[in-house]
């Protein structure tokens, strides 16, 4: 017997027509594959098991120092929103953070759009049936996923919020990506009452797993999970870092039409933008992005001062008003990070591509650039 999400699911119209040959399957092998589909991205939130998960957590969160910009554009929309949440995404971390930020703050907690790769072991099981994480498969081109996957979206999307991360996946480089419109299309397709994105941005001095992603550059294939748990952990010795999330006003989805590619693409590149512009420019990417191969500390001072007049110009959001500044705070966890050193009032890069990735991450609000070229 069918449960109601089932039933949900395949009344939605692009299951319908699927299902009665419009791919070119139908009957019982179509509806195998459908349901097989279904079963996989099925996913339960049990809210007070999900609060209890900070205690195990723990030993990571506290290395994290949780800041929240803009709240109030969030409590505004919940009042008579459906909301889908788009951040961008730097960090596994990102999993961890900006929900407890929500849910720090009395905000009812969305479901997760999350990477496949995660739902591998005991992690996958509090994913599927604690967190509320749906697992989404990157790149996938079979009509029979991408149908059941917006149909089951839409379903949920009565009842729940939905965070979801349109870059894809992490950012390798540090830059912000360009958007993929596919969940954002299933959102609008949802069909859901007062429907509204909230773009979200979040920062950090130091992200966990940069060597890991710096080294990379570009995403070549997709390693288990388990692996990059055990570099990160590597990684966490030592590791202090400060998160910022920054919400920045909803967009209803009511003025956009879901049937329309030019409306779809259109939303895509304003929640990018309205990211970019949320993006908070911290001393770690400042240094980053105005550091030399070695520079002396009055040259580089004199650099990120330069930075900062455009960023203001800008209107970006800083977290930091001048050089001396920004390398007061930037200078020691970066050397503690072995990322640059400091030799006799010069500061010397250690890691280049570590350094390129974070002064990547505010590339795309500069003209003036530094090492990130």
């Known amino acids: 017997m069918l449960d109601d999400i089932a039933q949900a699911v395949l009344a939605r119209e692009e299951v319908v027509k699927y299902l009665s040959g419009s791919y070119g399957e139908r009957g019982?092998?179509?509806?195998?594959?459908?349901?097989?589909?279904?079963?996989?991205?099925?996913?339960?939130?049990?809210?007070?098991?999900?609060r209890a998960l900070q205690h195990p957590l723990y030993p990571i969160l506290r290395k994290i120092e949780r800041h929240h910009e803009n709240l109030h554009h969030v409590v505004a929309a919940a009042r008579s929103h459906r909301i889908v949440y788009a951040s961008n995404h730097k960090s596994h971390t990102d999993y961890l953070i900006e929900p407890l930020v929500l849910d720090d703050n009395g905000v009812r907690p969305p479901l997760i759009a999350a990477g496949a790769n995660l739902f591998g072991g005991p992690l996958g099981l509090l994913h599927k049936h604690v967190t509320g994480a749906i697992p989404i498969r990157r790149n996938i081109k079979d009509p029979a996923y991408?149908?059941?996957?917006?149909?089951?979206v839409?379903?949920?999307?009565?009842?729940?919020?939905?965070?979801?991360?349109?870059?894809?996946?992490?950012?390798?480089?540090?830059?912000?990506k360009p958007c993929k419109t596919g969940l954002i299309h299933a959102a609008l397709m949802a069909q859901c009452d007062n429907l509204a994105i909230v773009p979200v941005a979040i920062a950090y001095d130091l992200v966990l797993e940069d060597h890991i992603l710096a080294k990379q550059r570009v995403k070549k294939t997709q390693r288990p999970f388990t692996r990059e748990l055990a570099e990160m952990v590597r990684y966490a010795v030592g590791y202090r870092s400060r998160a910022f999330v920054t919400f920045g006003?909803?967009?209803?989805?009511?003025?956009?039409?879901?049937?329309?590619?030019?409306?779809?693409?259109?939303?895509?590149?304003?929640?990018?933008?309205?990211?970019?512009?949320?993006?908070?420019?911290?001393?770690?990417?400042?240094f980053a992005a105005a550091m030399r191969p070695?520079?002396?500390?009055?040259?580089?001072?004199?650099?990120?001062?330069?930075?900062?007049?455009?960023l203001a110009s800008r209107h970006a959001n800083l977290g930091v008003t001048?050089?001396?500044?920004?390398i007061e705070e930037a200078a020691e966890p970066l050397e503690t990070r072995g990322i640059i050193v400091s030799e006799r009032g010069r500061f010397r890069v250690r890691e280049r591509s570590v350094l390129?990735?974070?002064?990547?991450?505010?590339e795309h609000l500069l003209v003036t650039k530094g090492l990130t070229h």
């Open 322 to 326: 001048s050089g001396r500044q920004a």
């Open 28 to 50: 019982d092998q179509a509806r195998e594959r459908v349901f097989g589909y279904l079963e996989e991205l099925r996913t339960t939130q049990r809210h007070g098991l999900y």
């Open 294 to 310: 070695s520079i002396t500390r009055h040259e580089l001072e004199s650099r990120i001062d330069h930075m900062i007049e455009e």
């Open 356 to 362: 390129r990735y974070y002064g990547r991450t505010i």
């Open 146 to 152: 991408l149908i059941t996957l917006k149909a089951y």
């Open 249 to 286: 006003a909803a967009i209803p989805a009511a003025d956009y039409d879901a049937e329309s590619r030019t409306d779809v693409l259109a939303l895509t590149r304003i929640v990018r933008g309205r990211i970019a512009a949320l993006y908070k420019v911290l001393p770690t990417a400042l």
């Open 154 to 176: 839409g379903v949920m999307l009565q009842k729940h919020d939905l965070f979801v991360y349109p870059e894809g996946g992490r950012s390798y480089s540090g830059e912000l």
